[in-house]
């Protein structure tokens, strides 16, 4: 251990003098896997935001049920079917949404457009029951619900769940095989990088292996340097990536604000964490491999 | 020190660079090695440093046996030896002390005392005032001072020194011989080739190795 602590600042003199004498090469390693670890870093952002959504939106599993002209004009029927609808095994809870609250709501989802509300005479929304449920019970619930006596139809969010869910999963596939490109090329570059290295500085080796030094004290110079330019590459990424996220939200902020997005800063934070230490990692393995098919030769 | 017993090195090539010998150095010897060009004193050299291995014999060096299949040992034996090469094998794009320091690094020195003693052995070379200066821009004397002062800096137990004087003038030549002679003292045994012969007539406590297309004579026992 005191091997590196005593030597770190030649190491890092080193690896400043290697890249200084490759200084093309290793500009543009950093920038190449720069641009791979945005592309990294914007799939895993969007898969983030839409596991999100679609738990946020799992978690309001929403029904509402609306009821018969003739029942709804009648007070004491209202509350009858909520009774009776409580009773069915799987709800939580009920309870009456009159018209005032359903046209309120409208008007907080659609905040500044709002006005268009007032194109309308009357109250254009009709009172509905909402329904607390438990989510393994949602079929059953559902098909009792449509076959109530009462009941004109069942609102359920099943279908956007479902659709959600869709992007989220193909999401998904799509980081894990972005993830997968992401570490191969990362890894053929950086430990290509490292080769090249390694034999611009063949005679340096040679001098310090004549000289007695241990094959680690060799070795970590090029670690180092791997290690440097992809966390350098992942510095790079996860600016641009914050920047092209912050902006798209900003974007989306005005005419989608209801779709329930995790809080920018975690979000942000949350990929950083990520691509940074993929890209520590990937730089570790590749000047590993690097090294070792150097010593294969 | 050494003990060589029947060692020859004969290279792919079938040529025979080292003929059958027998060698004996103990700590503290002064060893010169002398001989036509061609005549295998580098190739002495390094089966001493682990860089080739005898073909036929057995060699054994600060009680390391040198055998192919001890290279990590081998590699570790290296610390204790001050080697200084003939084509000098400075490390370029970094400065005269960096390359003297390069050579202590991974031994267990301070770093107090890896800066005390690259700037001690670039003063017993003459060097001092080019401490900061980049290799590449040194004369080829001054690359060779400085690895001299590499080799001498580590206080090794064996120094092996090709040619150590080959591109000195007489005052820096016989500064360098008087350098290595003060290791002796410390039971440090120093072994240099050269064919600067006129230099060794002064010296009086030395050996003398007469190499011929591989073989070896002693001329002269201290
Ligand atoms: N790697 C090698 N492969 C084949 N032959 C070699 C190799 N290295 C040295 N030789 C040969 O071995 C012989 C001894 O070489 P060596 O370098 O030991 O000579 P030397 O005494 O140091 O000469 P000089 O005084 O010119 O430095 C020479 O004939 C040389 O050509
Ligand atoms: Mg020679």
Redesign the interface.
Known sequence: M??FS??AG?FFKEVK?MIR?NLFSNSLTIFSTGLIFFILAMIISGWWVSSHVVNVVQGEAEINVYLDEEILNNNTGVSQMVESIKGIEGVQAARVVDQDEAYNRMVEILGKEASVLNKFDDNPFSSFVELKIDLQEIDPVLEKLTHMMGVEHVRDNREVLERLRNIAEALRVVGILVVAAVGISTLVIISHIIRLGISNNK??I??????????L?IAFPFLLEGLLLTIGGGILAVSLATFSISYLYAQMAGPLPFIPLPPLKELVSGMGIVVMSLSAVLGFVGSLLGLVSVRNN | MIKAKGVSLRFPNGTIAINNIDLQVEPGDMVYVTGPSGSGKTSLLKLF?G?EYPTIGSLEVLGQQMDKGQTSRI???????G?V?QEF?L????TVAENVM??M??L?L??DQLKENAHDALAKVGLEHKASSLVENLSWGESQRVAIA?AVARKPLLILADEPTGNLDKDNAINILELFKSFIDQKTSVIITTHATHLIDAEKHCKLIQMNKGSLSWERLG
């Open positions: 005191k091997l005593s030597n030649y003098t004498l005679e340096q040679y001098t310090l292996r004549l000289l007695g030094a241990p094959e004290f | 440093m860089i590699r570790q034996l290296r610390t204790s030896i080697p090469f094998k490390i370029k794009g970094r390069l050579g690094r991974f267990d301070s770093q590499r």
